[in-house]
């Protein structure tokens, strides 16, 4: 039996912090509300492209694996925030990083994109056609955020990270999966500007509305999590007591908390970050999975369950076994360019530029 070992793992935050007193400048909110909803204390904003995250995070990924860029078969990157639709990010990936031997493809399920993404390649890695792999979830959602509706812009953040997998004959990696998807409610979460519906109308491309229903999303979002993670743990015997390791999506803490209770986790082994980075949409899990690694929370041949949701309403949960080993075997140097600018400046002058484009219609 073939396996997609988990034996690389890098992340790349932008630098500037957006605070909820920040954002408490630009719209009618305040910490103590964004607090109590969400449990969301700060966010990042990119002052890069979603290419140079991936970079980063990417090369520190192979760094850890002690991997070369040329010994990668197939990136599949998750996101929904491409720099550009065509050609697709992966490519933009596999030329910054010098991967010339990889098959590279987009996977957009919005937040879920990150696990749809690893599943792809565990499959590729499985059925033989590839042996490593490395698969990227991340977002630059700032840019596409209406920074004048506080239903929305107080949640997310900008962040990337990925892992890279490897054939083994030990048994590792994804253990199972059940993944699926709440279309009945796909109208939930739309964000009007981005398609190609739009490019024959009066509007410029880009420049968003969000249709958003807050708490229709809350209940199907425990509700996909929840199943999927019951799903997954019946279908391996596993019980929750079991699990050394919960690392959700991190859209809500009130999110997480129901889905915990639901499932019977205990809140000591469920990761949450979502207060220091909101949610990240595709770049949540692997971020939160890099962080749980750094601060010794994984052990070796752990047994990590990952549940998610996201627009569509797409859902999924995944029992990851982990290997031997929980370090790097090594460290890429790679940075991003410095930032010059406040979070606060960033999303100033996204929001001066989203007002100028509403005010003169193409
Ligand atoms: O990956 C998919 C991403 N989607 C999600 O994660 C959405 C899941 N849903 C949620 O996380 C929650 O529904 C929210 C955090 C979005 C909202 O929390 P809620 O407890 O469902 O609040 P609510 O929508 O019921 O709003 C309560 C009140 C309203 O005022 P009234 O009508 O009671 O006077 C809102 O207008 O809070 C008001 N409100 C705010 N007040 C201050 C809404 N947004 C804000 C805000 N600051 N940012």
């Not at 400048?25 to 969400?38: A, F, G, M, Q, Y």
């Not at 490897?166 to 500007?193: F, H, M, P, Y």
């Not at 199907?220 to 391996?236: D, F, H, T």
Request: a neutral charge.
């Amino acid at each position: 039996m073939r396996y997609a070992a988990v034996t690389g793992w890098g992340k790349c935050l932008p630098p500037a912090v957006l605070t909820n007193a920040d954002l408490a400048t630009l719209l009618p909110t305040d910490d103590e509300w964004i607090v109590s909803r969400t449990g969301i204390r700060e966010r990042r904003i990119s002052h890069v492209r979603l290419e140079e995250l991936a970079y980063v995070a990417a090369s520190r990924a192979l760094a850890a694996a002690g991997l070369q860029p040329l010994d990668i078969d197939l990136i599949v990157f998750g996101t929904c925030s491409f720099d550009d639709q065509v050609p697709n990010q992966a490519s933009g990936l596999q030329l910054r990083l010098g991967a010339m031997r990889a098959a590279a493809m987009d996977v957009n399920t919005a937040c879920t994109s990150f696990l749809y993404a690893l599943s792809t390649a565990t499959a590729m890695i499985r059925s033989g056609v590839v042996q490593r792999a490395l698969v990227v979830g991340g977002e630059v959602i700032s840019p596409l955020m209406d920074w004048t509706n506080r239903n929305v812009a107080i949640l997310f953040g900008d962040g990337c990270a990925a892992v890279v997998l490897e054939a083994s004959d030990v048994e590792q990696g994804v253990l199972a999966e059940k993944l699926g998807c709440d279309a009945a409610a796909r109208g939930t979460l739309v964000i009007q500007g981005m398609g190609s519906r739009y490019a024959d109308c009066q509007r410029r491309l880009g420049v968003t509305d969000w249709v958003f229903e807050g708490q229709e999303i809350f209940k199907r979002a425990v509700l996909g999590m929840s199943e999927a993670s019951a799903a997954v743990l019946a279908a391996q015997g596993v019980s929750a007591a079991e699990l050394d390791l919960v690392v959700p999506h991190q859209a809500n803490l009130r999110i997480i908390e129901a889905v915990a209770k639901r499932v019977g986790l205990a809140a000591e082994r469920v990761f949450t970050n979502v207060h220091r980075y909101g949610n990240m949409s595709a770049g949540t899990v692997p971020v939160a999975l890099v962080e749980a690694l750094e601060e010794g929370r994984v052990p070796a041949h752990g047994l990590l369950l990952l549940p998610a949701f996201g627009a569509g309403l797409t859902w999924c949960a995944h029992l990851l076994r982990w290997g031997a080993r929980v370090t790097p075997l090594g460290v890429s140097d790679v940075q991003l360019p410095p930032c010059t600018q406040t979070a606060l400046q960033l999303v100033q002058s996204l929001a001066a530029r989203r007002a100028a484009a509403v005010a003169s219609p193409v």
